[in-house]
């Protein structure tokens, strides 16, 4: 008798024990979760950082490409005028 009881409360000890080591891999598994969580959305803000960056960059040269386009226009439509205003003298 004495040695069932023994043997059930190894039994009890050994199942404690295991759930111990199982619960104890669930808490670390979970904090390894919310660590990469966390640096994947460290990695996420670095990039949405580097991007806002580069559509800024991008924005500065567009207007800057813009406002040499409109130049050169803007030229282009003087010199047609005077060549007109020369050709009206001439035939008028």
Do not use: C, P, W
Not at 30 to 44: P, R, W
Not at 54 to 70: F, P
Not at 71 to 89: E, F, W, Y
């Amino acid at each position: 008798m004495m040695e069932f009881m023994i043997i059930i409360l190894l039994i009890v000890l050994i199942g404690l024990l295991l759930y111990l080591i199982v619960r104890h891999r669930a808490q670390q598994s979970q904090a390894n979760d919310q660590q990469s969580l966390l640096l994947m959305q460290q990695h996420v803000e670095s990039l949405r950082s580097d991007v806002r960056s580069s559509l800024q960059n991008i924005t500065e040269n567009l207007n800057q490409q813009l406002a040499a386009v409109t130049q050169q226009i803007q030229s282009q439509t003087n010199n047609v005028g005077n060549r007109l205003d020369n050709a009206a003298k001439v035939i008028g």
